[in-house]
């Protein structure tokens, strides 16, 4: 009998779900509208419908029994399983208390994490950080998350909240953040800065689809070049604040734009070896590695916080 585990990532525009084995295998997935706008109740019956079809189909397979139901969403989670806070893009999400109501729903433990501490969890256990029991993963969006990795797990704080690593002020007095404070460093090394960042350049398209950038950038284009080397500028400075205040042994960096790799991620190493005191990222060279697992890191990451 093979155990296996629902995996959850539960986002602003749609909820993907999966059915993981505990060798990482997903058996089954669907993705499901968020469709927040209709409400937290609605929200919540379509949370529990998704891992609900998980479950169903484990009764197809003989041999796997389902063990839990892991979840991964976008906002700070206490250390009870309480939303603590969320964005606009899930309105009236904060002080759900998410894994006491699926437990409710569905009588199987749940356990609940913030989506990119499961994005870690996911890349430790099947992506870029196989092998690796203490590293930093940030991930760059619509903001800037983080997760830290120590001895294996993640290390949560004394809230739940640590690896706020977006909201490390990089420019007093900068830029607003959707925080209420300013200068925030997802105000500048989010996809969304960089989005807004192509706008002022005039580059309308390239802010449509920032893929367009690195392909004209790969292609010699010395416009698409400069823009790259400012935006990952910003994304180095707020590392080089990481790595001084941790000294990882490894950094990975997820959300959709690390699909760029060695494009995005040699010249952020460049500009961290020069801002980095000597020994800290260099002599042998600090690993800054692309997330692998893309848009299956939270299903599999979540189904590992049971399969643990």
Known sequence: MHQAAVGLDIGGTNIKAGLVREDGVILYDKMVPTNAEKGKDQLLDSIAEAA??????????????VTGIGMGT???ITLDGVIGSATANLPNWK?????????????????????????????????AGKGLIEFLCVSLGTGVGGS???????????????????????????KPCTCGSKGCWE???????????LLTAGKTAWAEDPRQLFTE???????????????????????TNLIHLYNPPAIIIGGAISEQGDALIRPVREQIERYTMDGF???????????RLGNRAGIIGAAKLILA
Request: charged residues 20%; proline residues 5%; aromatic residues 6%.
């Open 281 to 291: 990222a260099d002599h042998p060279p600090l690993p800054i590695l692309p997330a």
């Open 95 to 127: 002080g759900t208390p998410l894994r006491a109501e699926m437990e409710r729903r569905l009588h199987l433990p749940t356990r609940l994490e913030n989506d990119v501490n499961v994005l870690a969890v996911g890349e430790m256990w099947q992506g």
């Open 148 to 174: 830290i990795i120590t001895n294996g797990r993640t290390y949560r704080g004394r809230s739940g909240y640590a690896g706020a690593f977006g909201h490390q002020i990089i420019q007093m007095g900068g």
């Open 217 to 239: 950038a790969e292609a010699g284009n010395e416009a698409a070049k400069l823009l790259i080397r400012d935006y990952t500028d910003y994304i180095a400075i707020g590392l």
């Open 74 to 76: 976008a906002g700070f």
């Open 52 to 65: 609900a079809s998980c479950i169903e189909q484990a009764r197809n397979h003989s041999n796997i029994k």
């Open 187 to 197: 105000q500048y090394a989010s996809v969304t800065a960089l989005k807004r960042q």
